[in-house]
């Protein structure tokens, strides 16, 4: 996918999509901090904290990171709250949303309504400050009762309103992409993508975003809280990392910055010493033979 000497190095930033906006390689997930079994509000905060102060940029939450429909909102709220009590320069700071799941009871359903991610867009530039525009907004996942082009209508309109600065689409297919790219210019794409769920490597959606010059944020980038603890039994993940002294979870989204220039990996936390083991994936580097021995892995 790339070549040998692009491989072999892992900048620690990277451009969001085209735009000339730089942030860290590694990115903060939010949704645990939200969701059923979230910690305390201080933990959480303290966990966001710690990774502005370890040069963290990306912060990516949802309208839908929350409990039910009576807490909507409550990760943009949260987020907004860290940074405003965070006491560094929070200028570089790049806050990515999404809309476009509701959660009634706790479940989740996609809700792709003009009128619905209208509302939602101007709930989520409030609970995010109300101040400037949403950083990054990402229509979350294609509702197929109402056509691309119909929901991003308001996406649209609130670019124009100046309430959304960059769009970006999740769980989109490649024909998804191009034909939300023919509405709006889209700068990223966040489907899912761990060692267990390689889709995009064969689903054309990584290489149409390295060719295009989209982000590509894998979501559940170690696997999900199911499998997390799985990664310490593929040998070749737990053997690399003894050799480099990380530990697995760094190792995985090592090499995923290593496959691609294009990939900013968001993985969850809820406590600080997760996102500082983490942030340590930006310092790993690999052989061509390592990768090799690692993109075999599963």
Not at 142 to 162: F, K, M, R
Not at 230 to 257: F, N, P
Request: charged share 20%.
């Amino acid at each position: 996918m790339q070549t040998q000497e692009q491989t072999t190095q892992t900048p620690n930033l990277r451009e969001l999509g085209r735009t000339g906006t730089m942030v860290f390689a590694i990115g903060l997930g939010e949704m645990p901090m939200s969701i059923d079994g979230r910690p305390p509000e201080d933990q959480a905060i303290a966990t966001i904290h710690k990774a502005l102060d370890l040069g963290v940029t990306l912060i990516d939450t949802a309208d839908s990171y929350c409990m039910d429909e009576s807490d909507k909102h409550h990760g943009e709220r949260l987020v907004h709250k860290a940074l405003q009590q965070y006491s560094g320069d929070i200028s570089r700071i790049v806050v990515a949303t999404k809309g476009g799941l509701m959660r009634p009871n706790g479940s989740w359903t996609r809700n792709g309504s003009p009128d619905h991610l209208r509302q939602t867009i101007r709930e989520s530039f409030d609970a995010l400050g109300g101040k400037k525009p949403i950083d990054l907004w990402q229509y979350h996942s294609p509702d197929p009762n109402y056509t691309i082009a119909e929901s991003l209508q308001p996406v649209t309109e609130a670019v124009t309103e100046g309430l959304i600065r960059f769009v970006g689409v999740s769980n989109f297919s490649v024909d998804q992409i191009k034909q939300a790219r023919s509405v709006v210019n889209v700068v990223s794409v966040q489907n899912q993508y761990n060692p267990w769920h390689r889709d995009p490597e064969v689903d054309g959606v990584l290489n149409y975003c390295e060719s295009e010059g989209l982000s590509f944020l894998p979501w559940s980038p170690l696997g999900g809280s199911r499998r997390v603890q799985q990664l310490s039994g593929i040998d070749a993940i737990a053997d690399l990392a003894r050799e480099k002294s990380v530990s697995v979870y760094s190792l995985v989204l090592a090499w995923m910055l290593s496959r691609s220039s294009c990939i900013i990996p968001i993985p969850g936390a809820s406590k600080p010493e997760s996102i500082e083991d983490s942030v340590t994936a930006a310092n790993v580097r690999f052989t061509e033979a390592e990768m090799g021995m690692l993109d075999s892995m599963t």
